[in-house]
C-alpha cells in the first residue's frame, strides 16, 4: 500500500495478507471509528485490502475513494472491489489530491509519506480535503527499528542502509507528531504495532519483506549477488534450526482536523 513502483501488485497481495498485516489493518479500522453512510479517502490504496474493509464498515450509502500513483494498484483495487459500488478507484498524487475542500470525514494513508519529498504539502493536503472534526490516519514504518537473528550482520547493516537511501524519509514516525501538530491537527494519537515472526514462513510478512529489501540493496549496488544469496540462505537455514526471528515497528497516527 504505497505510492512507490518498488513492489508489484503481486508481491504487495501475497505480504499483505499476512495475519500481522490484518491485525494492523483492524487496529487502523478500530481507531478510525467509521460508521455507515461516512465518506473516506484512501491513500496510497496499494490492491485494496484495507479499501474493500473501510467500504464495508461505511455501508453502500457512503464513499470511499481509493487513489495511487501507480495503474496495476488501481487496477487490482477495483478488482478486490468489484462488487462494491460505493468504492471509487482512481490514479492520483497525495501532494495535488483532485477532491474539493471539506469532504472526506476520514482520510488514511499508508506506507505513502516515506516516499514523498513534499511531505508538508501531503499532509495539508490530507487536512484540506477532510471536514472539520475528520479524522485522518497515518501508518508507516521506520525500517531502523528492525530486531532481527542474522550470521551475517554486515550484510545486513549495508541492506538497511541501501533502504534508507531509496526513500525521501526512512526516519519519519520520529518526525510525524511535530508535522501534524504543525499543520494544525489536534487530538494526536500514536499507537506501535509492532510486527514479530518468529518462523521462516513465506507466508508471513518478513520472509517476503526480507526478500524485496534484499533485492533492492542488490540493485543499489550495496551488496553482491553472492552476498544477497547468502543471506537469504541463512535466513532460511536459521528457520529450520528454531532460531529465526524478526521484529519491526510501525505506527499509527490518529489526528483530528478542528472543528
Known sequence: MSQSSHY????????????????????????????????????????????????????????????DKEADMILATKERCNALQQV????????????????????????????????????????????????????????????????????????????DNTVSSPNLPVKLNKLLTDAGLVDIYVEAIPLVNTEFDPGNFSVSSLNWLSANAYKQGAITKKESALWREDLENLGHSGAYFFCVNRFLFIAKKPQ
Not at 485490502?49 to 464495508?56: D, M, P, S, Y
Not at 488514511?108 to 513534499?118: I, R
Open 8 to 67: 508489484s501488485a503481486a508481491s504487495l497481495n501475497h505480504a499483505y495478507a499476512a495475519p500481522e498485516i490484518v491485525h494492523q489493518r483492524q487496529r487502523t479500522i478500530d481507531n478510525l471509528g467509521l460508521s455507515a453512510e461516512q465518506k473516506v479517502l484512501d491513500i496510497g490504496c496499494g490492491t485494496g485490502f484495507l479499501t474493500f474493509e473501510i467500504a464495508n464498515k461505511v455501508g453502500t450509502n457512503g464513499l470511499v475513494c481509493a487513489i
Open 88 to 163: 471509487e478507484a482512481t490514479e492520483g498524487d497525495v501532494t495535488a489530491l483532485k477532491f474539493a475542500d471539506s469532504i472526506f470525514d476520514a482520510a488514511t494513508c499508508t506506507q505513502v509519506l516515506l516516499y514523498v519529498e513534499k511531505i508538508n504539502q501531503a499532509i495539508a493536503e490530507m487536512v484540506r480535503v477532510v471536514k472539520p472534526g475528520g479524522t485522518i490516519a497515518i501508518l508507516e514504518t521506520d525500517w531502523r527499528t528492525t530486531v532481527m537473528q542474522s550470521s551475517f550482520p554486515d550484510i545486513t547493516d549495508s541492506i538497511y542502509q541501501a533502504w
